[in-house]
């Protein structure tokens, strides 16, 4: 297993993530197959992993009881426990104490190792900057009190919310945990977070780098391709390989579902074999295949906002359509747009074209905005 410095401590390049978990469920993700899950953590802590990443919400609350369940049958200092303060939900804002206590209490533990602010976005960043839920103070209490041993934070949200809330609590964060792989490095503006991660010497914790599933698998052509650099290798280590290329990456989680993927996985971080700067533009270019034919080219140029009549911000409106139609849904850009007024929505289009008559790539942004106001609905 590769390590990675933290501060004093030794994580283990490969984090175990919990959101996965094997089920017995019908429909849905619970309840939790808790005995294949602690043979999973088993042989993780077997052969070197010592970072399990849960949080309140996974598997409808159930994650932090099974992991936690599980792990205390471990010696408290042979792994590292993060968890996260559920802000995603505005309705916890003012309940910081109350589920804090409820994590240990379903833990099992005593302090957690790392502990998040969970998912920092547009309809959140207000909140959570809001001085009256004492939200920051709190868990600096408990930092303080030895309860929490790390503090950071995770992000779904753009590179302008990213720096809010930097430039209010960062002094006071210890890491980072962003969505990063290969095909987000450009489409999600991954590659400019890193920098401004850098610009705080933060560290990176790394969340979906395999988006999902797909980038474990690729055209035929393009595996073909990735066979003439490394014949051994297989696909879904290319996404962990072009990580281990990103010297500001410490921890790359993984939600594992089976023990098959989690074999695989720990097979990977066996050896660091990071990408050589060939390997990164091949990898970089399936990426822009990838994404090709399936999104709207759109450059940011600006000139279709200063011709809408209702002022919405066109690029930043399409950029997430871009996402919801590349992912299929997902939650990305329905939690965006439902941080934004009605009247700034994609609904808000009244379909007058005049941002099309200026448009230099000719896209049909009425009709993707029509589309897209459909999808969300």
């Not at 547009?122 to 929490?148: M, S, T």
């Not at 929505?345 to 049909?364: F, H, N």
Request: hydrophobic share 35%; proline share 5%.
């Amino acid at each position: 297993m590769i390590y990675k410095n933290f501060k004093d401590l030794k994580l283990s390049s490969l984090g175990f993530g919990t959101m996965r978990l094997p089920n017995k469920g019908q429909n849905g993700d619970t309840p939790i197959d808790e005995e294949e899950t602690a043979k999973m953590v088993e042989y993780a802590i077997k052969n070197g992993v010592n970072y399990f990443d849960t949080a309140y919400g996974y598997h409808n609350g159930e994650s932090e009881k099974v992991i936690g369940k599980i792990l205390n049958k471990y010696p408290r200092d042979s792994y590292y426990l993060a968890t996260k303060f559920p802000g995603y939900d505005v309705s916890n804002m003012d309940k910081a104490q109350k589920i804090f206590e409820e994590q240990l209490q379903k833990t099992g533990m005593e302090y957690f190792d790392f502990y998040l602010f969970h998912n920092v976005y547009e309809k959140n960043i207000d909140p959570y900057l809001d001085e009256k839920y004492g939200i920051l103070e709190y868990l600096l209490k408990q930092k303080e009190n030895g309860r929490i041993k790390h503090l950071g934070f995770s992000a779904h949200g753009s590179y302008n919310v990213m720096k809010r809330f930097l430039d209010a609590y960062g002094k006071h964060m210890e890491f980072c945990q962003i969505q990063l792989n290969y095909l987000d490095y450009k489409f999600q503006h991954a590659k400019e977070k890193i920098e401004l991660l850098k610009e705080w010497n933060i560290p990176i914790w790394v969340m979906e780098p395999l988006r999902g599933g797909k980038l474990a698998k690729l055209s035929e052509k393009q595996e073909e391709k990735l066979k003439e650099y490394r014949p051994d290798e297989e696909t879904p280590a290319w996404a962990f390989r072009f990580l281990q290329a990103i010297p500001e990456v410490t921890m790359i989680l993984s939600g594992m579902s089976n023990m098959e993927q989690m074999k695989d996985n720990i097979k990977t971080f066996e050896e660091n074999k990071p990408l050589n700067e060939e390997e990164m533009k091949e990898i970089l270019k399936i990426a822009d295949e990838m994404l090709k034919g399936n999104i709207l080219p759109c450059t940011a140029c600006r000139y279709c906002t200063s011709h809408c009549p209702k002022g919405l911000n066109i690029p930043e409106l399409l950029s997430l359509f871009n996402e919801h139609t590349f992912t299929g849904g997902g939650f990305i850009a329905p939690m965006a747009i439902s941080a934004l007024p009605d009247d700034k929505k994609p609904s808000a289009c009244i379909g007058c074209k005049s941002c099309e008559a200026v448009c230099p790539q000719q896209l049909k942004i009425s009709e993707a905005m029509k589309e897209f106001s459909r999808a969300l609905s």
